[in-house]
C-alpha cells in the first residue's frame, strides 16, 4: 500500500486542523492505520491509531481529547482530526498502515507516508 498525507499548514494556537491520508493499492481495509509526528530534533512518536474494522482507536495522552481519528475505508482515507492545537504540536506528521497485529497499536508499521508539516504558531 502506498501512503500519501497533506493537509498541513500553518495555524495559530487553540485552531484546528484536519489531515488526510490517502492510500493506493488494494485492501485498505485490512489495515490498521496510524499517524504518528516527529518534531525538530526530537524522535518519531506515535499519535494516534485506528484499527481497520475502525472499532478500537489509540491515543497518545500529549493528543487524547483534542485529536480524533477517523477512516472511510470506501475512500481508502484516514483522517486526523486536530482540535486546540498547541505549539508543541508542532511537527512532521506521518500517516502509516500495518497488518492487523497483536503488537501494540504504536508499533509494527510496514508502511509510511511521506509526512505534511503542521505549525502551529503561539
Known amino acids: 500500500v502506498q501512503l500519501q498525507a497533506f493537509g498541513g499548514g500553518l495555524v495559530q494556537a487553540g485552531g484546528s486542523l484536519r489531515l488526510s491520508c490517502a492510500a493506493s493499492?488494494?485492501?485498505?481495509?485490512?489495515?490498521?492505520m496510524g499517524w504518528f509526528r516527529q518534531a525538530p530534533g526530537k524522535e518519531r512518536e506515535f499519535v494516534t491509531s485506528i484499527s481497520w474494522r475502525a472499532g478500537n482507536t489509540y491515543y497518545a495522552d500529549s493528543v487524547a481529547g483534542r485529536f480524533s481519528i477517523s477512516r472511510d475505508n470506501a475512500k481508502n482515507t484516514v483522517y486526523l482530526q486536530m482540535n486546540s492545537l498547541k505549539p508543541e504540536d508542532t511537527a512532521v506528521y506521518y500517516c502509516?498502515?500495518?497488518?492487523?497485529?497483536?503488537?501494540?497499536?504504536?508499533?509494527?508499521?510496514?508502511?509510511w507516508g511521506q509526512g505534511t508539516l503542521v505549525t502551529v504558531s503561539s
Open positions: 493499492g488494494r485492501a485498505f481495509s485490512s489495515y490498521d
Open positions: 502509516a498502515a500495518r497488518y492487523p497485529s497483536s503488537m501494540a497499536a504504536t508499533r509494527g508499521y510496514d508502511y
